[in-house]
């Protein structure tokens, strides 16, 4: 299938249609990437975001930079759909740009940014430390929400700090990532 009826197909079909073909391309491998590649510099952004699920499907390393490229796209949909397909393929390799979205963006796609963080898990515990202690409380929430599960001993020092947070939400999820990691309310000394 050539790509103009590859658009045509994921710009007429039903979801389940258009899914399946993006899956489809993604599970092609190496073979299905360049198209996917040019999907994505197509212009209606419904086709961007069908080629972020063959890039999902797909997995490599050059189908996780490509998703990574897209976490800059001007359509909140891609950007988001971009940052879950990254936070369930746990992209290592995506850490900086989902951490950059997360404090960036403060609509859904900054959000999934910091969902992808969390699924992530430890190695993305520097950059959500990090974040603990930007000027913004809605980046600073963000953070605090994406550590609960990831139960970084490295983020005791700035979660006990957060527990005198002006937000009351930083508060909240910071005092849930500490009872998950059995810290609690206890006190806690530098050594």
Not at 29 to 57: C, I, N, S
Not at 71 to 82: F, H, K, N, P, T
Not at 123 to 138: G, V
Request: net charge negative; with cysteine.
């Amino acid at each position: 299938m050539n790509i103009t009826d590859l658009i045509d197909l994921l710009t007429s079909q039903a979801e389940t249609v258009c899914e399946a073909e993006a899956i489809a391309l993604g599970a092609s491998g190496a073979q299905g990437l360049p198209t996917l590649k040019d999907l994505l510099a197509v212009q209606d952004a419904d086709v961007r975001f069908w080629a972020l699920r063959g890039l999902w499907a797909n997995g490599s390393a050059e189908a996780v930079a490509l998703l990574g490229q897209a976490l800059q796209d001007g359509e909140e949909m891609v950007r988001s759909g971009a940052a879950v397909a990254l936070g369930e393929l746990k992209a290592e390799a995506a850490i900086a740009g989902l951490a950059r979205l997360a404090s960036t963006d403060p609509g859904a796609s900054g959000n999934h940014a910091g969902d992808a963080l969390s699924k992530i898990g430890r190695p993305a515990a520097p950059a959500l430390i990090e974040a603990m202690q930007h000027p913004q409380a809605w980046v600073r929430r963000r953070a605090a929400k994406a550590l609960i599960p990831v139960e970084s001993k490295q983020a005791i020092p700035v979660l006990f700090k957060a527990l005198e947070d002006e937000s009351y939400m930083v508060r909240h999820y910071t005092e849930i990532a500490l009872v998950r990691m059995g810290v609690g309310q206890m006190v806690y000394f530098k050594v």
